[in-house]
């Protein structure tokens, strides 16, 4: 019983809000809707619950074009109170008048859907409180085999509680699949920086294309740098800057002459933010800006110099 989002559109005369849509969640799945403020998440599950109507495409399920699903049940639940809706298939149901965050995922749970959507209605609750309500939510969809449609802008929360994410930017849905194979493999460097920290940096390829190792200039900085292996379609011409990015927690830092990782570049302490259980590291690599995060930094203060170590296969290469 998948529900389907195929090529939905929104527009306005000639500002688009939504093009060219798609994607699926299956039964018993968490899917989550994800993206900054203004990219579309609240209206597109609007459209979905048929509060609004698109400008093209359509939405199915068990292919079955909604709203005319026989039987069909899909509720949606806003960041307010006695926000609750049921397609076009009823009428508007009140869950109750607390502003408790936890009430309208109580009243999600119970409501007998085949499919919940929930827009932004864990933003009144604290860290503990979002991790009880979406275990809860979780056991449900897994009990009752309920589709659940998660609109979010935490790409923190989509890896910690979502099986699958659609990243939706300016309308469009950049990428979907397993939430933790778009933080590990972005389509983009878009992506990347939408999904959480990332170094992104301009570099040109010095190698052939059909070497088994990439080899990449900085522009900035000038360093030499080897990435894994790359599909060839993101490798782009050699005459053209492209787009290389590492995530910050993929960055190791030492100031010992022996070190087992290539892509050695020299680099000077600029900042040192304590994060808890992490350290962020701002640093300079020749004029090429670099953030690293790390367990521990022992023996390392601003001004101080170190060396650090990409990992080729932690490199990530967009021909854009």
């Known amino acids: 019983m998948p529900l389907k989002a195929e090529a939905i559109s929104k527009r306005s005369k000639t500002a688009w809000f939504l093009r060219d849509v798609s ?37 199915t399920l068990d292919e079955m074009v909604l709203p005319h699903a026989s039987g069909t049940a899909i509720q949606y639940f806003g960041p307010y109170p006695n926000d609750g809706f049921i397609g076009r298939l009823s009428t508007v149901i009140r869950p109750g008048r607390s502003d408790n965050s936890a009430d309208r995922v109580s009243a999600a749970i119970t409501s007998n859907a ?27 969809a897994r009990e009752f085999q309920t589709i659940v449609v998660i609109a979010s802008s935490s790409f923190e929360e989509v890896l910690s509680f979502c099986d699958k994410a659609a990243v939706l930017h300016k309308g469009e849905i950049l990428q979907h699949g ?31 294309s059909k070497a088994e190792v990439p080899k990449f200039q900085t522009i900035v900085g000038g360093h030499h740098l080897l990435a894994g292996k790359t599909n060839k379609a993101r490798l782009g011409a050699l005459n053209r800057n492209l787009r290389l990015a590492i995530r910050p927690e993929h960055i190791s830092i030492a100031f010992g002459a022996s070190f087992p990782d290539d892509n050695l570049i020299k680099a000077v302490v600029k900042r040192v933010k304590f994060l808890g259980p992490s350290t962020l590291v701002s640093l300079d690599a020749g004029g090429l800006e670099l953030e690293a995060l790390v367990m521990r930094l022992v023996g390392l203060e601003p001004r101080g110099e170190c060396m650090l170590g990409l990992p080729p296969d932690r490199i990530m290469v967009f021909a854009e």
């Open 114 to 140: 085949r499919v919940i959507l929930l827009d932004d209605v864990f933003c009144g609750l604290d860290r503990d409180g979002r991790e009880r309500e979406f275990e809860r939510l979780r056991k449900s």
């Open 178 to 208: 397993i939430a933790e194979n778009i933080y590990l493999d972005p389509a983009s460097s878009v992506v990347a920086e939408l999904t959480g920290r990332c170094n992104v940096f301009e570099g040109r390829r010095t190698s052939s």
């Open 23 to 59: 994607f699926e969640a299956t039964q018993g799945e968490i899917l989550a809707i994800f993206g900054p403020n203004g990219s579309g998440k609240s209206l597109l599950l609007q459209i979905l619950s048929g509060r609004e109507k698109s400008n093209g495409g359509r939405v």
